[in-house]
């Protein structure tokens, strides 16, 4: 009998290698399709890089220091996450729930932000880097838009949607 917590591999958390996602939560099937479900697991330096991560839900947890590095994060929930200090460096984070997450010491060079549903209690204060990322229709509070649009990496062109990180932010 499979595992019903792991997914098609086009669907994430597919891998051995996810094994703290597999047996730490539980699951839900949504669309037809399993996802792991990490509630209120520590996933404190984790290695998720290079990882198809779509769809997982980490709402709750406390993910710090963790390496998502190339990961497909897409529709991914960090609902209420606390990512301090993670590296998303190359993900994709298309259409992710990142409600009342904090960012703060993350590393978001290259990464793809689009679509992203961010709650007015998220916090992108202290974030380390968002040169070359893409928050095309990324709606965010607008004291959090202007520290992000007056952070000193905000610049450059994302290498994978061509999107200008200044543009995609829609800074002044």
């Known amino acids: 009998m499979s595992n019903p917590l792991i997914a098609s591999a086009a669907d994430g958390a597919s891998s051995a290698a996810n094994a703290k996602i597999t047996t730490g939560g539980a699951s839900t099937l949504q669309s037809g399709r ?13 290695d998720f890089s290079g990882q198809n ?7 709750q947890s406390i ?15 960090f609902f209420d996450a606390t990512v301090d200090g993670s590296d998303f460096e190359d993900a994709d984070m298309t259409q992710a ?3 009342m997450a904090q960012f703060n010491r993350a590393n978001l ?6 679509e992203m549903y961010v709650s007015g209690a ?3 204060e202290g974030v380390k880097d968002i040169e070359n990322s893409d928050w095309t229709d990324t709606f965010l509070r ?9 952070h000193p990496t905000a610049k450059g ?9 200044r543009e995609s932010l829609m800074c002044p």
Request: with cysteine; hydrophobic share 35%; charged share 20%.
């Open 142 to 150: 607008k004291d959090q838009q202007k520290y992000l649009c007056n």
């Open 157 to 165: 062109t994302n290498p994978v949607t061509g999107a200008d990180t």
């Open 109 to 114: 060079k290259n990464t793809v932000m689009r």
């Open 34 to 46: 399993t996802i792991a479900i990490t509630r209120g697991v520590n996933l404190d330096n984790s």
């Open 122 to 124: 998220t916090l992108f």
């Open 63 to 77: 993910v710090r220091d963790t390496n998502f590095k190339g990961s497909n994060l897409f529709g991914a929930s």
């Open 53 to 59: 991560l779509r769809g997982v839900a980490f709402q």
């Open 97 to 99: 729930n990142v409600e």
